[in-house]
């Protein structure tokens, strides 16, 4: 086990008349032998936030902020930023996120007993290069294992936030609840709804790439299936559990509604994952009122829609949701002719790659095959040859714009339904895309 210590936050601690510790995911990461690409560092001591500064100041610090009802200190060296807290224990009441009151101590039992997870409540001495563990979290990290700090109940009746924190930690670090950490959970499961739509999202997006953290393979599928496993995700997307138990044709599919979305997760490319899971939601509307799955994209799209409103979703990522979920099942059966493949690639230009990363993962997902979709093939073919054919996906491309038109005797309000309707044809047929022919096309057509 090694911690990474700046040579500044090392002068610090031995500058100080009162220990120093880094504690939190950083030493349990060390720890863990888990990589870590930032420098994320926590450091606290069992002194007011006053004091703290004095110290820090003096070795050339900057204090960023100061908040000393919580004892929290935000300062820097430069880049290096670090935040400190006093040891304290805090007060909460149960559904409130915030603690009601805050109690601070020198006692170091007492302030990881405030933590959440036994394996986030190591400390390390940095002028000592010793290791502190209160609570047995060292063992934790050993055993791969999540366990609370205090009785599971009450750790998690504290802060509703917290489940959600079992599950993305959990995910990312490829630790394993234990037992009386999920019944805990479980028992606790609705709170999360007295979470900000923010607090929730934020964390929802860490659980979706949850992988990337430290490069644990699947972690993003695993922590969805915490989430599933305490009862959080009936709170937060009632309407994707709906799926539970909602079988789907067994020729093309293994698995219910739900768990084929949170495989589609699995298998989904980082940049389309909110998609992935969100793709099939309007399933179990529409066979509740139509007794089949036929439109579950249109229903989907809009569903999709108010669970991004729902959850504040950023603008940018909610469109993309709700435009590939209603695009998800177009020449699902292989049928659509190239050409029209080729005006809606041109349609759709903007979301034609992540289009594709999609389908890709809905294909995965309903048999664990990761060979490629043949959706995905065919339409990759038809796209690499209008490319290698100099096709035009654009209305830049063409070799005609909308003065030209005009010259050509267009009235202006025909300019872009007629441009869009040339775009369509060079598209099918490249040798179409000349100035000289399509002036002459224009001037041949008729206006009322």
Known sequence: MKIEISEKLYNLAEKCAFPLYIVGGYVRDA???????????????????EEFCNTAKSCGAVIDATYKNTGTVKLGFGEEKYEFTSFRSDEYVRGVHTPVKTFFTDDIRLDAKRRDFKCNAVYYDIAKGEICDPLGGAEDIKNKSVSTVADADKVFGEDGLRLMRLARQSAQTGFTPTKECISGAKTNASLIADISAERVYAELDAILHADK????????????????????????????TLGRGMMQNEAYHSYDVLEHSLRAVLYADGAVRLCALLH????????????????HEKEGARIARQICTRLKVPKKIAEEAETLTYLHMYDVDLQTRANRIKKFIVDNLKNFDKLLMIKQADFSACKDDTSEAPCVTKWKKIYGDMKNGGAPFTLSQLKINGSDLIESGVPPEKIGAILKSFLYDCVIDTRLNDKKTLIRRAQKLKFD
């Open 280 to 295: 099939d939601i309007g399933k179990p509307r529409r066979y509740a009122d139509s007794g089949n799955y036929h439109g």
């Open 213 to 240: 953290k430290y490069g644990v393979a699947g972690a993003q599928y695993r922590g969805l299936k915490i989430l599933d496993e305490i009862g959080v995700l009936d709170v937060i997307l009632p309407e994707l």
């Open 31 to 49: 720890l863990a032998d888990l990589f870590t690409p930032s420098h994320d560092i926590d450091i606290c001591a069992p002194v007011s936030a």
